[in-house]
């Protein structure tokens, strides 16, 4: 059976939930979360360091908002099991479809992940999408992997 979503008052500050910190946490908070979904919002800042000549967010940074509403859903079930999220890493994804070049300046982005498989081993896939005022500006399906021992993974990565 699944479970209800929370709904945003439930939710710490994003900087708690997700590791990345500056520039590079693009999500500003989780309106939703539940077994298998999440939902998460962001605004395009025309002064971000991604910005365009026009302010806006090309549309190629979406798949980072994908990985970190993915990141921030992991953080979320483990937090309430009274853990942490093991660290993970995106593996990627066969098709990421922009319905737009880039994401307007003001725009009020909506990053909506599903879980549609989990592994024993640490291998998940996500569909996942951004939508802004009810148009679907880009999807995908990602695949993500939890290693047991990330440092160890990390360093056969580096060494190979």
Same mark, same amino acid.
């Given at each position: 059976?699944?479970?209800?979503?929370?709904?945003?008052?439930?939710?710490?500050?994003?900087?708690?939930?997700?590791?990345?910190?500056?520039?590079?946490?693009?999500?500003?908070?989780?309106?939703?979360?539940?077994?298998?979904?999440?939902?998460?919002?962001?605004?395009?800042?025309?002064?971000?360091?991604?910005?365009?000549?026009?302010?806006?967010?090309? +549309?190629?940074? @979406?798949?980072? %908002?994908?990985?970190?509403?993915?990141? &921030? /859903?992991?953080?979320?079930? =483990?937090?309430? #099991?009274?853990?942490? +999220?093991?660290? @993970?890493?995106? %593996?990627?994804?066969?098709?990421?479809? &922009? /319905?737009?070049?880039?994401? =307007?300046?003001? #725009?009020?982005?909506?990053?909506?992940?599903?879980?549609? %498989?989990?592994?024993?081993?640490?291998?998940?896939?996500?569909?996942?999408?951004?939508?802004?005022?009810?148009?679907?500006?880009?999807?995908?399906?990602?695949?993500?992997?939890?290693?047991?021992?990330?440092?160890?993974?990390?360093?056969?990565?580096?060494?190979?």
């Amino acid at each position: 059976m699944k479970a209800t979503p929370e709904t945003s008052e439930g939710f710490p500050p994003i900087e708690t939930i997700l590791p990345h910190r500056g520039t590079m946490l693009l999500l500003d908070g989780v309106s939703a979360c539940g077994d298998e979904t999440l939902t998460a919002y962001t605004a395009v800042r025309g002064d971000a360091w991604y910005a365009d000549e026009s302010g806006a967010m090309p +549309a190629w940074i @979406g798949i980072e %908002l994908m990985a970190q509403g993915v990141a &921030a /859903h992991i953080a979320l079930l =483990a937090m309430r #099991a009274g853990g942490r +999220a093991r660290p @993970g890493v995106l %593996l990627g994804t066969r098709s990421y479809k &922009a /319905h737009a070049s880039a994401f =307007a300046r003001g #725009a009020h982005l909506t990053v909506n992940v599903q879980e549609v %498989l989990r592994g024993d081993e640490g291998h998940s896939a996500y569909e996942c999408a951004i939508d802004h005022l009810g148009a679907r500006y880009a999807d995908a399906v990602i695949k993500v992997f939890q290693p047991g021992d990330f440092h160890t993974f990390i360093e056969g990565s580096i060494s190979s």
